[in-house]
């Protein structure tokens, strides 16, 4: 949202983005962690475990745990699903969104210096999010 006020309302910019509203962002991702890791963890302690607590991966993630339960997991399985959904690809969908409306405001920019300083603000973001997300969504 950040890129997208600033590429495509520059002028309104600081009027846009106040405080407030880095706030209310920086929060909303804040509560958001906070809750789905507090569930995870939650979940994850109360689960019981069969034979050996060895896990054949570099790090603990929940559907390593889920194997060596004795517990049926398969609605936990379907929750886990959901929330993959929500909280990895709507916010990916919301950044290709606004990344397709900074190029359709790039691309009707007349200077190319213009041009060049909307990409370079931007190029940095995507680098980011696809180092980021692309492995998300392969796990």
């Known amino acids: 949202y950040d890129r997208y006020v600033a590429v495509c309302n520059p002028l309104r910019y600081t009027v846009i983005m106040n405080h407030a509203v880095c706030l209310q962002m920086a929060a909303a991702s804040w509560i958001g962690g906070i809750l789905v890791s507090t569930f995870d963890t939650v ?13 054949q991966h570099f790090f603990c993630e929940m559907p390593a745990i889920m194997k060596i339960s004795c517990k049926d997991t398969s609605t936990y399985e379907l929750v886990m699903f959901g929330m993959g959904i929500v909280f990895l690809f709507v916010p990916f969908g ?9 190029l359709l405001a790039v691309f009707r920019m007349k200077s190319s210096k213009g041009k060049n300083k909307a990409l370079t603000t931007c190029s940095s973001h ?7 997300m692309g492995p998300c969504v392969y796990m």
């Not at 919301?94 to 900074?102: E, G, K, P, R």
């Not at 995507?126 to 980021?132: F, T």
């Open 43 to 55: 979940y994850t302690m109360n689960l019981p475990i069969c034979g050996s607590r060895e896990i």
């Open 126 to 132: 995507i680098m980011v999010v696809s180092l980021y």
């Open 94 to 102: 919301i950044i290709v969104a606004s990344y397709t409306f900074i």
